[in-house]
Nanobody, 124 residues
Framework: QVQLVESGGGLVQAGGSLRLSCAASARTFSTTAISWFRQVPGKEREFVACITWSSGSTDYADSVKGRFSISRDNAKNTVYLTMNSLKPEDTAVYFC?????????????????WGQGTQVTISS
């Protein structure tokens, strides 16, 4: 069983930066990709960014493109989300999730394991 543990959240001012980490507890040889999602209370969980495990191809939501960067360290089974130029609307709980599907998309149903989330709060 794979466990995903997020860390790195916190409170920063608008315009600041944070780097989130998603560490997998087991070998991820069957993992196709790991994505970050975020959720604000009362709203749907939304896709933020994705990285494929083998090739490192990336995908970003339009709302974060150019500000966020996703990367991975296969040796450490860890995926990072570097967030720059943060805005108050980036405030949310951030989750990482993994998929083993070869035809995955941005929808949550593609992902079988999820982390517990880490709170990111951006003050104006």
């Amino acid at each position: 069983q794979v466990q995903l543990v997020e860390s790195g959240g916190g409170l920063v001012q608008a315009g600041g930066s944070l780097r989130l980490s998603c560490a997998a507890s087991a070998r991820t040889f069957s993992t196709t990709a790991i994505s970050w999602f975020r959720q604000v209370p009362g709203k749907e969980r939304e896709f933020v960014a994705c990285i494929t495990w083998s090739s490192g191809s990336t995908d970003y939501a339009d709302s974060v493109k150019g500000r966020f960067s996703i990367s991975r360290d296969n040796a450490k089974n860890t995926v990072y989300l570097t967030m720059n130029s943060l805005k108050p609307e980036d405030t949310a709980v951030y989750f990482c999730a993994r998929t083993t599907s070869s035809t995955f998309g941005r929808a949550q149903h593609w992902y079988d394991y999820w982390g517990q989330g880490t709170q990111v709060t951006i003050s104006s």
